[in-house]
């Protein structure tokens, strides 16, 4: 998927009503699915990473259910 300008000030606007303008999101990008562990914890520490630019940093990636979605977001990033 594209996120155009128009997605983009809708999802903005939308976290902002429902969480508040501190969890404005700077980028927006689509994926089929988040990094999480066989128990179903979200990998917060490697989407912080992806999103920092250190994907050569990533660590262990091995306990993930699907270690593809990684490979997806990385090959997704916004710069």
């Known amino acids: 998927h594209k996120v155009t300008d128009t997605m983009t000030k809708e999802i903005v606007k939308q976290v902002r009503a429902d969480i508040g303008p501190h969890a404005s999101p700077d980028k927006i990008q689509f994926t089929p699915g988040l990094p999480k562990t066989r128990s179903g914890k979200i990998m917060r520490r490697i989407l ?3 999103a920092e630019g250190q994907t050569d940093s990533l660590g262990d990636i091995s306990t993930l259910s699907d270690p593809a ?3 997806s977001l ?3 990033r916004i710069e």
């Open 69 to 71: 979605v990684v490979e």
């Open 74 to 76: 990385v090959a997704g």
């Open 48 to 50: 912080r990473k992806i």
